[in-house]
């Protein structure tokens, strides 16, 4: 876990290549609904983007401490997934639709 809330924050804006209308817009997707774990109704990433969308919205001087996990919780996943990545074109996989549930579009 990165410690420091720069560090953090940089890393978040290097794996988060959606803006917050591109991913606000995705996540009303039947798509973007159909990836992922799910307890309950939402999946994990799903909630994740909603979240994501209020982060990079956020003013800077306004994150806290659970924000500042949250990137780093979004900074993980997306690094352990893109290691997944499957062989052959990953346009309408469920691998990249997951990946834009965490506000990282692979083909950008």
Do not use: C
């Amino acid at each position: 876990m990165i410690k420091d809330e720069r560090a953090v924050a940089r890393k978040f804006g290097d794996v988060v290549n959606m803006t917050a209308k591109q991913l606000e817009d995705w996540l009303e997707t039947e798509e973007s609904r159909s990836v992922g774990q799910k307890e309950g109704g939402e999946s994990t990433g799903h909630a994740s983007g909603r979240r994501i969308v209020d982060l990079i919205r956020k003013q800077k001087s306004d994150l806290t401490g659970q924000d500042y996990e949250h990137m780093n919780k979004v900074v993980g996943y997306v690094h352990r997934h893109l290691a997944q990545r499957p062989s052959g074109d990953v346009t309408d996989t469920p691998w990249r639709y997951s990946l834009m549930n965490w506000g990282h579009d692979p083909l950008k």
